[in-house]
């Protein structure tokens, strides 16, 4: 005889059954979060060409298809990186342009700053150097980049410059021009971090070395009177 008591239809778990679809929910919002914070670290490591989206997720602690659940391939992995490290300090920036009220060289200062703590002084530092090293490789990557980071975050800063032009505080030179010879430095020092570092150690602090560069660049920039006249 069939029993048809609820005792029938109550079917057996095993413990862990229950535990991965609520552990699953619990951290469904964090998780593209977490398999960007392991793609930075990855991209930065080994570069674009040699990371594989099943690197990010072992680094990540998921599976290879839990990357494709948020990512189409790895380019999309990638740019979204970008997104969410360095677009909000370009648009920072821009900001900064639209917004300052006071002495040029003031804003030229603190957008070399800002820039400097992400090329140089954060994890993001490995991008800059990724782009420069595969650029050759993926030239539509590197020109979304240049386009969504470099362009812009050069035109602010030549805006910037432009402004203390007009105002009298620097002499006329070419913004543009001037705005890629401030950055120029900080590549370097992004380089250097990601490479020659590991082996040799600089004879100065990267603190100083920034601000040795803004002295320079900034003083170059001063009409010629005033630079005669100390």
């Not at 535990?19 to 674009?48: C, I, M, N, Y």
């Not at 913004?175 to 590991?198: C, D």
């Amino acid at each position: 005889m069939t029993r048809t008591g609820s005792h029938a239809r109550r079917r057996p778990t095993h413990p862990g059954a229950r535990s991965t679809r609520p552990r699953w929910q619990r951290r469904k919002e964090e998780r593209p979060s977490e398999l960007l914070d392991a793609a930075l670290e990855v991209f930065a490591e080994r570069g674009f060409a040699a990371t594989r989206l099943e690197d990010v997720a072992r680094r990540a602690g998921v599976t290879k298809g839990t990357m494709y659940l948020y990512f189409a391939n790895k380019e999309a992995l990638f740019k979204e990186v970008v997104r969410k490290t360095t677009l909000p300090v370009v648009e920072m920036v821009e900001e900064l342009v639209r917004t300052h009220r006071g002495p040029a060289r003031d804003l030229v200062a603190q957008i070399v700053r800002r820039r400097w703590e992400v090329i140089v002084d954060s994890p993001v530092s490995g991008i800059p150097k990724l782009m420069m090293s595969e650029a050759g490789n993926f030239p539509e990557l590197s020109r979304w980049y240049h386009d969504e980071v470099i362009s812009r975050n050069n035109a602010a800063l030549a805006r910037a410059i432009e402004l203390g032009i007009e105002s009298g505080e620097f002499r006329q030179v070419d913004p543009r021009r001037a705005a890629y010879l401030a950055v120029a430095p900080l590549l370097i020092a992004a380089m250097w971090k990601h490479s020659f570092s590991r082996c040799v150690t600089l004879p100065f602090d990267s603190a100083s070395y920034l601000e040795s560069h803004l002295e320079i660049f900034l003083r170059g920039l001063e009409p010629r009177t005033s630079r005669s006249r100390s």
